[in-house]
């Protein structure tokens, strides 16, 4: 009907074929109708199409699958055999699960996820096997006779019973009967519209869900295992490209050292071919020069012959001689320092109840006289000139223990603070283990001017002393310059403790006379003495011996038998002659950073750089005249421009101060540090290679020179001493050739 308005209205708008005349008001209705006749005419495919549409789309939603026609059973009619076979198509089996409610088959445990989703997508399509053949069913199976086959009446397809559904008993009749008009599943088309709840849409919709999961599960898993894949690949070239360009780095940085170390050399032969040619220049230039002097001679001669006869030799005057060599000791006054006579005082040191006991336990002792006074003394043995003190050793008794206990207390605190790093380098303070007794009777007793500067004294020790009895004035003076009249005096009542340290008697002497003592006193001094004490060195030197330590420590220090502490100069401007009073032994080595500045340039800068040197060493001498000065020649190193310098000073100290009046030795065995291919360099065995920023390093020694160093000096010090007393061949049973030979024991766990 919407077909036929609709060509109606068409009508009225479009002219119609010639030999029509149908005007709207002049024709009869029934002459108005024939125009409508025709189209419908026309128009009878549509019509054909609208029914054809009618009759296809009964059912509004696509069918899930083909609907199996089941026949109600009869009463009375037993059930099929268990023996027919069932088919062995999973799609048919699965589509018969889906269309009756049950849940689906297990798929085949053989099966992989990648057939199973092959076959839930291809679920609806008709199975294809190799050889498919409409005289046999769909299974592809043979029922063995147990059930009929059946033979679509439509496309001749046959059909097991229990394939096509049909799970009844069946008579031969009723199947002759069916075959007729039989449809197959796949020809058999419901003529009814199904209704929207029915169980087999949601039954369809289920596995068209679990298709289309499947399916995108599966494409999401093969599109993660293939990136998987990809990622592993450029993980893999990656750690291949890492893995050469570390190796590439590697190669670089020791091709960079081997350039470093290669210009290093290349500099050196560069410098060594410079000297060699200035070496060549001066040495032509002095044949030259020795040449023309020879042809003048020559010529003089001559001249001479000549003349001999009318000339006498008496008449020929006398050329006076003229030494162009430098000083080896420089006239310098006292340096400066920071000692004082006395560095503190204590009154009432002890409670009058030790005083007295002391007091009444000294006057049971019996004392020796000597000059102006009376002595004792109790521990360690302390020597010095006119000395009247027992030879036996004798213990310390046990009233003066505790005292002595606390005098050391007070000598560890005064210690620490002023070698903070002692700790570091197992260095104790200096035990005071010797008590001098002195007895002064009345005003005529008097002590000598002197000083308590004695070897066997520790050089950082204090030196205490404690009164007991009658007041007494002490009068201290200072040595440089000589002076006649006190610089200071103290007075010292009972109970009374003064403090000096060893350093201040090279600066001070100190003396009581008569009449400042008006009755019976005494005066208990404390010091710390050891016979080690002789070996007493005081280090003074540049960065290369910064990993020099003294300490008890025998692998880490020079150890017990030679106490003493290192000093840092790096310029010989830097030498302070006040660090080197109480020590027994002085090294000094230094000269290295002068010697390199690029304002030395000939040997007139470096001979005002040993005049800086002398003047250092006179000064030394000045204030420790007692003590026993070692020089170290500047080492060599791996510039030939700085070793020119080097070579020349070192020439200037054995051939000048060496031989002139400051007392001073050298240390030997610096030609070791040479590399012995003769070119005068450093040896790269025993020195660094490149310093803390990776620089090439041409001055400073490695571990095994160190070690070399601290031998050396070890061994000038104690060859000194043996030396200077021959029967002294033999320490704490030990011959000093073995001190000697184990010296270079410490550095064997020298760290820097």
């Known amino acids: 009907m919407v077909v036929t308005i609709i060509s109606y209205n068409l009508l009225h708008n479009f002219t119609l074929p010639p030999g029509f005349s149908l005007a709207r008001h002049s024709t009869p209705p029934l002459s108005r109708m024939v125009p409508l006749l025709l189209w419908c005419l026309l128009l009878f495919p549509a019509w054909l199409v609208w029914f054809a549409h009618l009759v296809i789309c009964v059912h509004p939603e696509p069918l899930p699958d083909a609907v199996i026609f089941n026949m109600p059973p009869k009463p009375n009619t037993p059930k099929p055999s268990s023996n027919i076979p069932k088919s062995n198509n999973r799609h048919s089996e699965r589509l018969a699960a889906a269309t009756?409610?049950?849940?689906?088959?297990?798929?085949?445990?053989?099966?992989?996820?990648?057939?199973?989703?092959?076959?839930?997508?291809?679920?609806?399509?008709?199975?294809?096997?190799?050889?498919?053949?409409?005289?046999?069913?769909?299974?592809?199976?043979?029922?063995?006779?147990?059930?009929?086959?059946?033979?679509?009446?439509?496309?001749?397809?046959?059909?097991?019973?229990?394939?096509?559904?049909?799970?009844?008993?069946?008579?031969?009749?009723?199947?002759?009967?069916?075959?007729?008009?039989?449809h197959c599943p796949w020809c058999f088309v419901c003529p009814f519209n199904k209704p929207a709840n029915h169980q087999s849409n949601k039954l369809a919709k289920n596995i068209h869900d679990k298709v289309l999961i499947s399916s995108t599960i599966q494409n999401i898993t093969d599109s993660f295992t293939a990136e998987t894949n990809k990622l592993s690949d450029m993980i893999k070239h990656l750690e291949d490209r890492i893995g050469s360009v570390s190796s590439d780095i590697d190669s670089i940085q020791g091709t960079q050292l081997a350039i470093s170390e290669r210009a290093v050399k290349i500099n050196d032969i560069e410098i060594h071919l410079q000297h060699q040619i200035l070496s060549q220049d001066a040495l032509m230039q002095q044949m030259n020069s020795l040449k023309a002097s020879l042809s003048k001679v020559q010529d003089d001669i001559s001249k001479l012959s000549d003349v001999r006869s009318h000339v006498h030799e008496q008449d020929l005057p006398t050329l006076p001689s003229i030494s162009t060599d430098p000083p080896t000791s420089i006239s310098v006054e006292c340096p400066p320092h920071n000692q004082h006579a006395i560095a503190d005082m204590t009154e009432n040191f002890i409670s009058v109840e030790s005083s007295d006991g002391i007091t009444a336990f000294l006057d049971t002792l019996d004392f020796k006289n000597e000059n102006g006074h009376s002595v004792t003394a109790f521990g360690a043995q302390y020597k010095y000139t006119g000395s009247r003190a027992p030879e036996e050793v004798q213990a310390v008794p046990d009233q003066l223990k505790s005292l002595l206990e606390q005098i050391n207390n007070l000598q560890k605190d005064i210690y620490c603070q002023q070698y903070p790093d002692s700790v570091k380098y197992n260095r104790p303070h200096p035990e005071i283990n010797s008590i001098l007794i002195n007895k002064y009777s009345g005003d005529s007793s008097f002590l000598p001017r002197h000083s308590d500067d004695e070897e066997s004294i520790h050089p950082e020790s204090q030196i205490f002393t404690l009164s007991l009895g009658s007041e007494c004035k002490v009068d201290f003076y200072q040595k440089?310059?000589?002076?006649?009249?006190?610089?200071?005096?103290?007075?010292?009542?009972?109970?009374?403790?003064?403090?000096?340290?060893?350093?201040?008697?090279?600066?001070?002497?100190?003396?009581?006379?008569?009449?400042?003592?008006?009755?019976?006193?005494?005066?208990?001094?404390?010091?710390?003495?050891?016979?080690?004490?002789?070996?007493?060195?005081?280090?003074?030197g540049d960065s290369n011996t910064g990993s020099l330590h003294f300490g008890n420590d025998k692998r880490k220090t020079f150890g017990e038998m030679m106490p003493g502490k290192r000093f840092w100069a790096p310029t010989i401007e830097s030498i302070k002659a006040s660090d080197c009073c109480a020590y027994k032994n002085i090294v000094v080595m230094c000269g290295t950073n002068n010697v390199k500045l690029p304002s030395v340039n000939g040997p007139n800068d470096v001979e005002m750089i040993y005049q800086e040197y002398v003047k250092k060493l006179s000064e030394i001498r000045r204030l420790n005249p007692k003590c026993k000065i070692f020089v170290c020649p500047i080492l060599p190193t791996k510039c030939h421009e700085i070793n020119k310098g080097a070579l020349y000073f070192n020439k200037l100290i054995f051939q000048k101060l060496i031989h002139g009046d400051l007392g001073v030795q050298h240390v030997g065995g610096f030609d070791s540090f040479l590399d012995g291919n003769g070119n005068g360099l450093l040896s790269r065995d025993l020195s660094r290679q490149v310093d803390r920023n990776n620089r090439p390093d041409m001055l400073h020694l490695n571990l095994f020179g160190v070690r070399k160093l601290a031998g050396f000096i070890k061994q000038a010090v104690f060859s000194r001493r043996q030396a200077r007393n021959p029967s002294l061949n033999r320490v704490d049973g030990r011959a000093y050739s073995s001190v000697v030979a184990s010296s270079s024991s410490m550095g064997n766990a020298l760290r820097r």
Request: aromatic content about 6%; proline content about 7%; glycine content about 4%.
């Open 100 to 182: 009756s409610g049950q849940p689906l088959p297990p798929a085949s445990p053989k099966t992989s996820k990648t057939n199973i989703l092959e076959e839930l997508i291809n679920v609806d399509q008709p199975a294809k096997d190799k050889k498919s053949s409409k005289d046999s069913c769909p299974c592809g199976k043979s029922s063995g006779g147990q059930c009929w086959v059946l033979t679509c009446s439509q496309c001749k397809q046959a059909w097991h019973q229990a394939c096509a559904g049909l799970k009844v008993n069946l008579e031969k009749p009723a199947v002759e009967s069916l075959l007729k008009s039989w």
């Open 480 to 540: 440089l310059p000589n002076g006649n009249q006190p610089d200071s005096t103290i007075t010292c009542p009972h109970s009374s403790l003064y403090r000096m340290s060893r350093k201040s008697q090279d600066f001070f002497s100190h003396e009581i006379k008569t009449e400042n003592v008006t009755g019976t006193r005494y005066s208990l001094t404390f010091r710390s003495v050891s016979k080690w004490n002789k070996n007493s060195t005081c280090l003074i």
